[in-house]
C-alpha cells in the first residue's frame, strides 16, 4: 500500500524454433513489461520483426483509416467474434471500396455546396442593391464599380476627383453602384478618386438575371445538394452499423497480430537462440514460470534474475532478494552470455541481464484509494523507490476539503456529482475524479452533522443536537473564538501533515543511504519544525510575543473554544526547543548547505495551512449571505452577546420576543418577507446563489486542498518519474480466440 508492488526481473532463454510459442505464452499471459536489448552484448543482435509484420501494420492502416471515415467508436461495438485472417482479406477490400466511394461523393457534394455557399454570400449585397447583374458591367465609356462603404463619402471623392465628367450613384443600406463618364483621354478616373476611400470593391456575379432570382437558383441547388448530401451521410451511416463492429474486431487482431510479429526486435538473438528481459511482479513469477513450462516445456528456460528491493533501486542497481539468495554480485559482475547457439549463461553460472534495472512501478493501492492514484498521476508516477503517497491523499484530501465546506447539503449535492461522473463516463482520469467527489461529499457530510448545518441553516443543529451543534464555524458573534481555534487548529494540523512528510523522506534516506544522511537532510527539518513551534507555544524569550490565542489564559486550548487546560509549554520546554531549532539548522547546513537559506520554511509552510480556516469562514459567509438576502437576519443578544436568526418563519419587529430573547436589531427584512415579487426573486438567489457557493467550493476548498498536498507535503518527500508498467499482451474488448 505504502509501496508499489514489488517486481521481479526475469529472463526467458530459448532456442529460435520456439521464439512464436513463446511469444504467443507470454502475450496471452499479458504479464511481463518487456525490457529492449540495447545492443551491448558481443554475439547478440537485436531480433527481427517476422516476415508478415509491414503487410499486417498496413491493414491496420487501412482499418483505422475507414474508422475515422465512417466516424466508428466503441459504442458501435457488438458481441465479441473470432474474425479469421481469410475474412480480413475477402471483406476490407469491399468495405473499403463501398467506403471510399461514398466518402468521394460526400467530398464532392461538400466541395459543391461550399461554392453555393461563396456564390451566395458574395450576390446578397446585389440582392439588396436590386439592380440586374448584367447592368452593372460590360460598358463601353463608362467606368462602374459596387462597392461596400459610405455613400456620402464616396459621392464627395467623386465630386473632389479629377477626369470625371459625370457620375450617378445608387445605393441600398451600405451596398454603392457607381457609374462613372470620365473625360476623353482618362483613364481609370473612378479607381483613381476612390483612393483613400473605405470601401470594399465587390466581384459581379456572371449572371444576365436580376439579383433575387440568381439568389433564388442558388438557394434551390443548395436545397438539392443538401438532399444529395443527407441520402450519402445516411448510406454512411447504414455501413457504420452494417461493419462498425466488425471493423472494431478486425482492428483488435491485428493490433494484436502487429504486437507479436513486431517484439522480436526487443530480444537478444543469434542464429539460433534468444534472450527476452522483462519485469513482473513478483507474486506472479510463478505463473509466468508455470505457463512457459506447460506451453512450450523443455526448449525454453525461464529465470528469475532478481526480486528487486525498494531502497535497492535508490543505490542505482537492481541487487535484490534473488542475487543474495544465488550469491551474484549484482548486474556490476554480470558478464555476456556466450554467443555458440545454446542456451546463453554467464560466467559463473549466473544469468545474463540486461541494462533496465528501474522496475516499473504498480501503485497497490486498497480499491477505495483507487482514485486518488489520478490526483498522485497529475505530478508523476511515483518511482519504484519512493513511497506511494495515494494512501496519505485519501486519508487526507477529503478531510480538508470536508471541513472546510462542512455542510449536510453541499455534501449530498458533491456525492451526487461524483456518483455522476463515476456512473456515467468511461474515462478513467474522469471516474477517478467522480470516486474523489464522492469521498469529499462524504466527508462533507459528516462534518455538516457535527456543524449542525444544511445550506447553511442550524437545521440539522436543532433536529440532532437539541440547537447546539458539538462544532461552530465561527461565524456567529457568540461562537468568534470557534475562528479562532480553527486557525489554530490548522497550525497544529499543518505541523503534522509536514511531519508526516520529513517522516517519509527520514525513511527513504535511511534505507537508501543510512542514518546520518537520513539525519542531515530529514531529521534536521524535524527538529527545526517541532522546535520552532515548541518555542512559539511557550512564549519563551527572546521573543515573548506569542499571540493570546496560543499562549496563556485565553488561549484556544484553555477553553476558547477547546477546554483542554492548556496554557502554553513551560519556558524550559521552550528554550529546548530553540536549542533543537539550532542543532537541526547546523545539521542541515553540513548535509545540504543550500537548502540553508529556506530554514524559515518550518514556520511559512505551517502558516500555509491556515487557508483551511480562511476557507471555512469564507464559505460559510458566503451561504450566510445568500440565505440573509433571501430571508433576512434578526437578531438577539443573549448574556452580552448578539445572536443571529435566519427569518425563516416570519421576520418579527424590533422589541418582540424570539427564541426566548428580545430582538433588538434587523439586520435585513429578507426578500421572502417583500411580496410575491421578492418571493420570486428570494427563490432564483436562493438557488443560483447555493450552486454558486458549491461551485466555488471546488474552485476554492478543492484548489486549496490540492495545493497543501503537492507543494507543502509531497515537496518534502515526493519526487516521481516512475516507468508505467506495461506487460506485453493485449486485453481483449472485441474479439475471442
Known amino acids: 500500500m505504502l509501496r508499489p508492488e514489488r517486481m521481479s526481473k526475469v529472463s526467458v ?11 504467443e505464452t507470454i502475450h496471452d499471459l499479458n504479464l511481463v513489461h518487456l525490457v529492449d536489448y540495447d545492443d551491448s552484448w558481443e554475439g547478440f543482435d537485436p531480433g527481427d520483426p517476422e516476415a508478415e509484420a509491414e503487410t499486417i501494420s498496413e491493414k491496420l492502416v487501412t482499418v483505422r483509416a475507414i474508422e475515422s471515415i465512417l466516424d466508428v467508436d466503441e459504442e458501435d461495438a457488438g458481441q465479441d467474434r473470432i474474425v479469421a485472417d481469410e ?4 471483406e476490407i477490400e469491399e468495405v473499403r471500396a463501398r467506403v471510399n466511394e461514398l466518402d468521394d461523393r460526400r467530398s464532392e457534394l461538400r466541395e459543391e455546396l461550399r461554392d453555393v455557399n461563396e456564390r451566395l454570400s458574395s450576390v446578397r449585397p446585389f440582392a439588396r442593391l436590386g439592380i440586374d447583374l448584367d447592368l452593372l458591367s460590360g460598358y463601353d465609356s463608362l467606368e462602374t464599380a459596387v462597392v461596400e462603404g459610405r455613400e456620402e463619402e464616396i459621392r464627395q471623392a467623386l465630386e473632389d476627383g479629377e477626369g470625371i465628367d459625370e ?21 481609370d478616373a473612378l479607381a483613381d478618386a476612390l483612393v483613400g476611400v473605405e470601401v470594399t470593391m465587390l466581384s459581379v456575379p456572371e449572371a444576365e438575371t436580376s439579383p433575387q432570382q440568381y439568389t433564388e437558383e442558388l438557394e434551390r441547388r443548395r436545397e438539392q445538394i443538401d438532399s444529395k448530401l443527407s441520402d450519402v451521410e445516411g448510406e454512411i451511416t447504414e455501413l457504420k452499423l452494417e461493419v462498425g463492429s466488425f471493423l472494431l474486431a478486425v482492428e483488435e487482431k491485428l493490433s494484436i497480430d502487429v504486437q507479436k510479429a513486431e517484439v522480436p526486435l526487443s530480444f537478444a538473438t543469434t542464429k539460433r537462440s534468444f534472450i527476452a528481459e522483462g519485469w513482473v511482479p513478483t507474486e506472479r513469477y510463478e505463473a509466468l514460470e508455470t505457463a512457459l513450462a506447460e506451453e512450450v516445456g523443455d ?11 525498494y531502497d535497492d ?129 462524504i466527508f462533507t457530510f459528516i462534518f455538516g452533522i457535527l456543524y449542525g448545518e444544511i445550506f447553511g441553516f442550524h437545521v440539522i443543529a436543532d433536529v440532532l ?18 475562528a479562532l481555534g480553527w486557525l489554530v487548529l490548522s497550525l497544529l494540523v499543518g505541523m503534522f501533515h509536514l511531519a508526516l512528510g520529513w517522516i517519509l523522506d527520514f525513511v527513504e534516506n535511511y534505507q537508501s543511504h543510512g542514518f546520518g544522511e537520513a539525519l542531515g537532510e530529514s531529521g534536521s527539518w524535524l527538529l527545526m519544525l517541532f522546535g520552532v513551534w515548541a518555542w512559539v507555544f511557550a512564549d519563551a524569550p527572546p521573543s515573548g510575543a506569542a499571540p493570546d490565542l496560543l499562549y496563556g489564559s485565553e488561549s484556544v486550548f484553555a477553553g476558547h473554544p477547546f477546554p483542554l487546560g492548556f496554557e502554553g509549554f513551560a519556558t524550559v520546554v521552550g528554550f529546548a526547543g530553540l536549542a533543537a531549532f539550532v542543532v537541526g539548522f547546523v545539521l542541515l547546513v553540513r548535509a545540504e548547505p543550500v537548502e540553508g537559506v529556506e530554514f524559515l520554511n518550518v514556520l511559512v509552510n505551517v ?54 430573547h428580545e430582538v433588538i436589531e434587523i439586520m435585513f427584512g429578507g426578500l421572502w418577507h417583500s411580496g410575491i415579487a421578492g418571493i420570486l426573486t428570494g427563490i432564483v438567489i436562493l438557488v443560483i446563489g447555493h450552486l454558486f457557493v458549491l461551485a466555488l467550493g471546488i474552485t476554492s476548498a478543492g484548489l486549496q486542498g490540492v495545493r497543501l498536498e503537492y507543494v507543502e507535503f509531497f515537496g518534502k518527500f515526493y519526487d516521481g518519474g516512475g516507468e508505467e508498467y506495461e506487460p506485453f499482451g493485449y486485453e481483449r474488448t472485441h474479439t475471442t480466440e
Not at 475474412?87 to 475477402?90: C, G, L, N
Request: hydrophobic share 40%.
Open 607 to 660: 502558516l500555509s495551512y491556515t487557508r483551511i480556516a480562511a476557507v471555512l469562514l469564507a464559505k460559510a459567509g458566503m451561504a450566510f449571505v445568500v440565505n440573509l438576502l433571501v430571508f433576512g437576519v434578526y437578531v438577539t443578544e443573549d448574556h452580552g452577546e448578539e445572536v443571529w436568526h435566519f427569518g425563516t418563519g416570519g421576520m418579527p419587529e424590533v422589541g418582540a420576543t424570539s427564541h426566548g
Open 87 to 90: 475474412e480480413i482479406d475477402a
Open 465 to 482: 443536537w437539541g440547537g447546539s451543534a458539538p462544532i461552530h464555524k465561527g461565524l456567529q458573534p457568540y461562537h468568534a473564538d470557534w
Open 299 to 309: 526448449h525454453v528456460e525461464c529465470e528469475e534474475l532478481e526480486r528487486v528491493d
Open 13 to 23: 532463454t530459448g532456442s529460435k524454433p520456439v521464439m512464436g510459442e513463446t511469444i
Open 167 to 187: 457620375y450617378e450613384l445608387f445605393s441600398e443600406e451600405d451596398v454603392v453602384a457607381i457609374f462613372v463618364r470620365p473625360e476623353r483621354g482618362v483613364e
Open 313 to 441: 533501486v535508490s543505490h542505482g542497481h537492481g541487487h535484490g532478494a534473488a542475487d543474495e539468495e544465488s550469491g551474484d554480485a549484482g548486474d556490476a559482475d554480470r558478464q555476456p552470455a556466450a554467443a555458440d547457439g545454446g542456451t546463453p549463461r554467464a560466467d559463473g553460472g549466473h544469468a545474463t541481464s540486461m541494462h533496465g534495472n528501474e522496475p516499473p512501478v504498480v501503485q497497490d493501492n486498497p480499491g477505495y484509494a483507487k482514485p486518488f492514484e489520478s490526483l498522485v498521476a497529475i505530478i508523476n508516477r511515483p518511482k519504484y523507490s519512493e513511497f506511494d503517497p495515494t494512501i496519505f491523499l485519501f486519508l487526507t484530501f477529503p478531510a480538508f476539503f470536508g471541513f472546510m465546506i462542512g455542510d449536510v447539503g453541499y455534501g449530498i449535492l458533491y456525492m451526487g456529482l461524483g456518483y455522476l461522473l463515476y456512473s456515467g463516463f468511461d474515462s478513467d482520469m474522469i471516474r477517478s475524479l467522480g470516486g474523489i467527489g464522492i469521498w469529499a461529499g
